[in-house]
């Protein structure tokens, strides 16, 4: 069965408050664990005002404390913002407090603006360190070094699993040098998913990380009991993304009947293109989009993301593509029985 995951921004809807958002990230966790997910991640972003997950780390510790198995991780924490040393000793925590259970997702981009960047990290140092600062902070995860001055404590000697996130190339050439699993961000940035990939797969270099090389691929999935239901509840991420193309990023807006009313065509047939990795349906939908999406990326994870504006129709997705994935398991076994 191949893995599904969920990426979670603790989307702040319209006229409600973080709070409300970061209650909801729990529960929907608490959810994804009784379905069958593999992971929680949840996503560094600032100075947006539909999203709550900012404080990533803190956020984790908040998700992690309220369920059990699951795995909770950064997807990620955008490593330019932030000393390799807090990282580490942040990650080294909750790993000291939820052993076996934290992934650390890291990015290169801001997760925000310039300015925001700036007053996140004064001494500003842009995503051309990035492969420096991955290194640095795997030393501070080695065994105790005496000849290792500085140390990160808690977090030396602990086994946590860092993955290079990516929507470009760049990505997938540094997960593939230093061994280490990959994600791709194509539920917003397709264009070079299957480059990237082939790139990541015939690079890679074996580590003591990671053996052979691992894919995990983001895929919008909004799924509901009729096609029609599922596109109106898709329309609060179009909205999403096109008022962050016009600057004015805002809290997460009601779905509306028809979106083609409000948007000129060419807003629209942007977003599109930036969405195309969606699939939005009833069941039946969700698992031929799914099915033919697997076989062209040969992923080794899937990692849904479903923003959805109703907390329980946001539920009720997860519960149907939980179902959609025991769907695809025995249509593979039928495939491999004929």
Not at 159 to 174: R, T
Not at 175 to 185: E, H, K, M, S, T
Not at 202 to 219: D, I, N, R
């Amino acid at each position: 069965m191949i893995p599904f995951s969920i990426l979670d921004l603790s989307p702040i809807v319209e006229g409600d408050t973080a709070t409300q958002a970061l209650r909801n990230t729990l529960n929907l966790a608490q959810h994804a664990e009784r379905m069958g997910y593999n992971r929680y991640w949840l996503a560094e972003h600032h100075n947006m005002p539909g999203i709550a997950s900012a404080a990533t780390s803190v956020v984790l510790g908040y998700v992690a404390g309220g369920t059990n198995t699951i795995r909770v991780g950064s997807g990620g924490v955008m490593l330019p913002n932030h000393s390799p040393l807090v990282i580490a000793e942040q990650f080294g925590t909750l790993e000291s407090l939820y052993p076996g259970r934290i992934d650390l997702g890291l990015g290169r981009a801001p997760g925000s603006d310039q300015a925001t960047a700036r007053a996140l990290r004064r001494n500003l140092t842009g995503p051309d360190t990035f492969p420096q600062d991955v290194i640095e902070l795997q030393r501070y995860f080695q065994p105790d070094d005496s000849n290792q001055f500085v140390q990160a404590v808690p977090g030396n000697g602990l086994n946590i699993p860092i993955w290079i996130l990516g929507s470009s190339l760049f990505g997938a050439q540094l997960a593939a040098i230093l061994g280490l699993p990959y994600a791709f961000a194509s539920h917003f940035a397709p264009a070079e998913l299957l480059r990237a990939l082939q790139v990541y797969r015939t690079q890679f270099k074996p580590s003591e990380h990671l053996k052979e090389p691992y894919a995990m691929v983001a895929v919008n999935v909004i799924a509901a009991d009729t096609d029609e239901e599922a596109q109106r509840l898709f329309t609060s991420v179009q909205q999403q993304f096109l008022y962050i193309r016009r600057g004015k990023a805002r809290q997460m807006q009601p779905p509306v009947n028809n979106i083609e009313e409000n948007w000129p065509d060419y807003e629209l047939a942007n977003i599109d293109s930036m969405l195309r990795c969606s699939a939005v349906g009833s069941p039946e939908t969700v698992q031929s989009v799914l099915a033919s999406f697997i076989s062209q990326t040969k992923a080794d994870e899937l990692i849904i993301t479903a923003p959805i504006y109703d907390h329980e129709a946001r539920k009720h997705s997860l519960t149907l593509t939980a179902q959609v994935r025991e769907a695809l398991t025995s249509q593979q076994f039928e495939s491999v029985a004929v």
